[in-house]
């Protein structure tokens, strides 16, 4: 991959990026309303550790966003949107989805258990039985797991080149779907919230992006029957 070049380093584009990691904070404090309300003396046991866990919790599933945008993107779209993409920021940025994702589950599990004035276990085990909040909790679990997979998988994959990793590797499209609608799910609860439309964005993007991507495989796979 080529230098950057003084291009790359646009100010309009590294704002353009500043803003789009700022996007989850703005939609978490839109969210509380009043943050430091959670911050009192009068708060409930686990309640910090649980919005704590909502803004760690929109993190992960922006930068899972941005990570499949990224990677489905062509070249030139790739480099517009971050110019020193590379296999580096790649990783870089699957490890901090990792993090963040196990990080929220953690806030998430320790909130509750601390209400709860007992080790939350329950919350470790898929229960798709018990009503619309345990199965979004579930999806969330079963999104967590996945992206453990595809994280543990990349490492694999760059140490034995495995096949089965790389397979493995592929399950990001899945487990951004399982964390997507997790917490779609649990944090809009108002249909016409920020939050909502926050999802919705991400949900349009990488839809398009899907389509383009496809849009393009279709062109090459012309092209190569012509030629």
Do not use: C
């Amino acid at each position: 991959m080529s230098k950057p070049t003084m291009r790359d380093h646009n100010p309009s584009r590294l704002m353009v990026l500043i803003v789009l990691s700022l996007l989850p904070m703005a939609v978490w404090l839109v969210h509380l309303e009043d943050p430091m309300v959670y911050f009192g003396y009068q708060t409930p046991p686990g309640q910090i550790q649980y919005v704590l866990s909502k803004l760690v919790g929109l993190y992960a599933i922006f930068f899972i966003w941005l990570q499949l945008l990224l990677a489905l993107s062509t070249y030139n779209l790739k480099r517009f949107i971050y110019p020193k993409f590379s296999n580096g920021t790649h990783i870089k940025l699957g490890l901090t989805v990792l993090s963040a994702s196990v990080l929220h589950a953690a806030l998430f599990v320790w909130g509750v258990s601390e209400r709860a004035g007992h080790f939350a276990y329950h919350l470790l085990l898929p229960n798709f039985n018990s009503g619309y909040y345990n199965i979004a909790v579930s999806l969330g679990l079963l999104g967590l797991i996945l992206i453990i997979t595809v994280g543990f998988s990349g490492k694999l994959r760059k140490v034995k080149k495995s096949h089965i990793a790389k397979l493995a590797h592929r399950l990001s499209m899945p487990a951004f779907i399982l964390a997507f609608t997790h917490g779609f799910m649990i944090g809009t609860e108002s249909r016409f919230s920020l939050m909502y439309y926050f999802y919705l964005s991400m949900a349009i993007a990488l839809f398009i992006s899907v389509l383009l991507r496809l849009n393009d495989i279709k062109k090459k796979a012309r092209g190569a029957s012509i030629n």
